[in-house]
């Protein structure tokens, strides 16, 4: 089992930063594949971003390419999503995601692909 606690989410403006976090406790943490997903009101939780065990190869949905940056740190079982030139659709409830065994020539975006889902933290960009 993985547990994941996400953090750092809040109200910015348009233009604006925000440093997501996410703390995972469990076993063989620096094995797994992990992401953030986000779910707006309404809509169908969607990919954003994942990275693999290594920190190497990160992607992202084209929506944030550019603007987001995943990063994790092995040591202190830490994952983070750096969100830059935030806009008013980018508002939604943010979670992290966990999947133990993956290969590095597929890339995961579909909520199924995840084995393990923090609570969400909610990011809420005003204009």
């Known amino acids: 089992q993985v547990q994941l606690v996400e953090s750092g989410g809040g109200l910015v403006q348009a233009g604006g930063s925000l440093r997501l976090s996410c703390s995972a406790s469990?076993?063989?943490?620096?094995?797994?594949?992990m992401g953030w997903f986000r779910q707006a009101p309404g809509k169908e939780r969607e990919f954003v971003a994942a990275v693999s065990w290594s920190g190497g190869s990160p992607y992202y949905a084209d929506s944030v390419k550019g603007r987001f940056t995943i990063s994790r740190d092995n040591a202190k079982n830490m994952v983070y999503l750096q969100m830059n030139s935030l806009k008013p659709e980018d508002t939604a409830v943010y979670y992290c995601?966990?999947?133990?065994?993956?290969?590095?020539?597929?890339?995961?975006?579909?909520?199924?692909?995840?084995?393990?889902w923090g609570q969400g933290t909610q990011v809420t960009v005003s204009s």
């Open positions: 995601a966990a999947r133990e065994i993956y290969s590095r020539t597929y890339t995961y975006t579909r909520v199924l692909d995840y084995d393990y």
């Open positions: 469990g076993r063989t943490f620096s094995n797994n594949l």
